[in-house]
């Protein structure tokens, strides 16, 4: 069936750096992919949607300059968050269409457990 | 707007009892409903999903779903839990239009007592 990858799986880091979250499609193409955060005991909440080619779509709140995201192939999107403070501290995780609409279920990366000291 | 809510945040039982994960939903258009679980430290993983036909759906690791549009009900079911079972479950729909964002319930997390 359809793979996500995502990597890292976990990562700390200190105030003030920048983390990249990478999400891949391994044996499909995604002309959307989705970018989820969630916190603990919470369901997921949709932070954005990444179009291939295209700047993505960002949910009412969620600060495009401080999470960027670039989709620049079908298989490949980005999650960098800016500058990291303690509360950008979480869960992420992507998501990917394959192609037929939405009555197709996404596919889900494994997450990323961001911790910024 | 669409809306999903899961009644129970948290559903205890014994290991061999049945299960049932209770799912409602409001949406004034038609859409497509899923059922994902997510083990700890991982992302969802899709258990079943309805998109038309037979209102009584059946998935992955012995769950059912069954559809009820009078009710805008999509109760998730198993008749005999294991352990492995343990787990956050998460009821989602999406709307008929392509590529639609997927609006997720609270979830409800499943323990297992032996």
């Known amino acids: 069936g359809a793979v996500v990858s995502q990597h890292p799986s976990w990562v700390i880091c200190k105030s003030g750096t920048s983390v990249k979250i990478e999400c891949r499609s391994l044996?499909?193409?995604?002309?959307?992919m989705f970018w989820y955060r969630q916190f603990p005991k919470q369901s997921l909440m949709l932070m954005a949607t990444?179009?291939?080619?295209?700047?993505?779509?960002?949910e009412q709140g969620v600060e495009k300059d401080k999470f960027l995201i670039n989709h620049a192939s079908l298989t490949l999107s980005t999650l960098t968050v800016t500058s990291a403070h303690p509360e950008d501290s979480s869960f992420y995780i992507c998501?990917?269409?394959?192609?037929?609409?939405?009555?197709?279920?996404?596919?889900f990366g494994d997450g990323t457990r961001l911790s910024i000291l | 707007a669409q809306s999903v809510t899961q009644l129970d945040s948290q559903v205890p039982v014994f290991e061999e009892a049945p299960v049932e994960l209770r799912c409602n939903y409001s949406?004034?258009?038609?859409?497509?409903l899923f059922w994902y679980v997510q083990y700890p430290n991982q992302g969802l993983q899709l258990l079943l999903k309805?998109?038309?036909?037979?209102?009584l759906v059946k998935g992955i690791n012995g769950f059912e779903a069954e559809f009820n549009k009078s009710q805008t009900s999509f109760h998730l079911r198993k008749p005999s839990v294991h352990i492995s079972d343990t787990a956050e479950y998460f009821c989602?729909?999406?709307?008929?239009?392509?590529?639609?964002?997927?609006?997720f319930g609270s979830g409800t997390r499943l323990s297992i007592r032996p």
């Open positions: 998501s990917a269409h394959t192609s037929g609409g939405a009555n197709q279920p996404q596919h």
């Open positions: 044996d499909f193409q995604a002309t959307t």
């Open positions: 990444s179009n291939e080619g295209s700047k993505a779509t960002y």
């Open positions: 949406s004034s258009v038609s859409v497509y």
């Open positions: 309805y998109l038309s036909g037979s209102t």
């Open positions: 989602a729909v999406t709307l008929y239009s392509s590529a639609s964002k997927i609006i």
